[in-house]
């Protein structure tokens, strides 16, 4: 386990520099995603799984909103239906209202439960969504 830390470690930090970032924010999850903020380059990067890693590089300049998408479905019926979470993603939209890009936060396919996955896409959304607010008030400077 450290082991593989350390080689996951490596290969984002080897991504950073080679693509001249600095991450001011950053979150892993389930030694499978990752995603970081690099605020002065307005930059957020996300890798899906670090087995297949293909950082994805997003420039919150080209990005007009930020909404998260849960899929989920109810199980059972009457006194005994429950809601199943299938999916947790963040969707960014770009200016063109299409979407740019879907950051799979949860997916039941892989888990069988939530780890904290509900906050940490809030936040992130929050995050993300202040960022784009922020650059915006600076486009009409």
Known sequence: SKKEKKKRDMMLEDYLKANNLKLDLQESWRNKYFLGLDLAHKKLVYVKSFEDFQPLQVNLEELSHITSQEVSRM???GKDSRKVLDELQLQLVGKN??????????NG?????????????????????EQI????QMEKV
């Open 109 to 129: 396919d892989l888990f069988s439960d939530l780890s904290g996955e509900p906050v940490l896409i809030q936040k992130w959304e929050t995050l993300l969504k």
């Open 97 to 106: 209202g299409k979407v740019r890009a879907s950051l799979e936060i949860y």
């Open 75 to 77: 199980v059972g019926s």
């Open 133 to 136: 607010s922020q650059i915006k």
